[in-house]
């Protein structure tokens, strides 16, 4: 038990380094970071800096390292600049204090006295300090991502590209307007999933929702194809719309569990599996793996029943919003993500997981299973798999 706890925050502590690192959300992440460490509030920065980065999808680390600008030798020029500033936009004059009167040791008593001054004047101090570090760390992080050779779907083009999917339900219902506005910039599957999808794939997406996945992958182009599936007619309708103008791109009315898979080299199930009994599931992971090309990949979004905390908020908000009609199924059943997991594995396909997780609904688990280049003996060996698995 200890190892696997040892195991869990090392990689949670890997992705928190490892999130949010394109060049554009490096600098809102300083700019932010500065204006938290330029606010009174000197024993809260922690707390805000997690908060913030966690609203607005920000590098933790980032935000808080460029929040430490109010290190104790730099705290008198900041607050000195702050209470002055916010005097001068408040009443029309200066304060009569010297910057001789500000050190790091009566920072706090200065913060109470003047809290409302520093506060107005603390905006304007961060937004001045967050704007020229953060275009330096845009440029260096852009040159950086340049040398490199960063990839087609780097975080940088996936951030345009999620900006200009998100337009395309401009003409949408409100519902799903904002909805689809909201879901890009919180959710990280997209952002997960796109560079598992490689130039020229086909993609198939089960329970695509408004299409959100296809059209994504729709803007990203480069020969990308994809197929959405869904069996809610107004999302799909909604999808269709949005996908209009896009090569390749096809969201249409339809059973994830009836449906003629075509060959594909990617199947996407998105927070699918848990509106089906276990029995159904399996059948639709045998059916998934039948499809997909040598080398190909099933790609599992799901919520882990075995986890307690915030993971059992995301199963209750699924059954809540499945009973209001938002989204349709005949049941919410979700799994250990592990017996997923030991149920691909014995289809034959080689499995790894990451946490896909969003700020406002944690617990979920990404499942990438690929199917091997080489198939001879293959099919013969899943379907005894298959047969073994329990019913």
């Known amino acids: 038990m200890l190892r696997a706890a040892r195991a869990r925050i090392h990689q949670l502590v890997k992705e928190i380094l490892q999130q949010n690192l394109s060049p554009s959300r490096l600098a809102i992440g300083v700019m932010v970071g500065c204006l938290v460490g330029c606010s009174p509030l000197i024993g809260l920065h922690l707390t805000l800096c997690i908060v913030l980065a966690w609203l607005f999808g920000l590098n933790q680390v980032v935000v808080y390292g460029a929040a430490n600008i109010s290190l ?175 090569d390749g791109i096809e969201i249409r009315e339809g059973d994830a569990l009836e449906v003629t898979l075509p060959a594909c080299d990617v199947i996407a199930l998105v927070d699918v599996l848990h509106y089906h009994p276990a029995l159904a599931q399996r059948a639709l992971l045998q059916r998934c793996y039948q499809a997909l090309r040598p080398g190909g990949r099933l790609l599992v979004r799901e919520g882990d029943r075995a986890r307690s905390g915030g993971a059992r908020v995301t199963r209750l908000i699924e059954r809540v919003v499945t009973r209001l009609g938002w989204n349709r199924g005949p049941e919410v059943r979700f799994r250990p993500i592990d017996e997923l997991k030991g149920e691909l594995e014995a289809l034959g396909l080689a499995v790894r997981a990451g946490e896909v997780a969003g700020r406002l609904h944690p617990g979920n688990v990404l499942l990438i299973a690929e199917r091997s280049a080489e198939v001879e003996g293959e099919d013969e060996a899943a379907a005894t798999a298959e047969a073994a698995l329990p019913s």
């Open 72 to 246: 104790p030798p730099f705290i008198p020029f900041i607050g000195f600049a702050s209470v002055q500033l916010g005097e001068r936009a408040r009443h029309g004059h200066w304060l009569t204090v010297h910057l001789a009167d500000f050190t790091w040791r009566n920072a706090s008593t200065w913060a109470k006295t003047l809290f409302v001054d520093w506060l107005i004047g603390g905006v304007f101090v961060g937004i001045l300090i967050g704007l020229v570090a953060g275009a330096v760390v845009f440029f260096i992080a852009r040159r950086r991502a340049a040398r490199s050779g960063a990839g087609d779907a780097s975080e940088e083009r996936l951030d345009v590209a999620m900006g200009l999917a998100a337009r395309r339900y401009a003409g949408a219902a409100r519902r799903f307007r904002y909805y689809a506005r909201m879901k890009y910039r919180m959710d990280p599957c997209y952002r997960a999933i796109a560079p598992l999808v490689p130039p020229g794939a086909f993609t198939v997406d089960l329970g695509t929702g408004l299409g959100m996945l296809p059209v994504l992958l729709g803007v990203l182009g480069q020969g990308r194809r994809a197929l959405g599936i869904e069996w809610d007619a107004a999302k799909a309708a909604s999808g269709a719309d949005a996908a209009k103008g896009l």
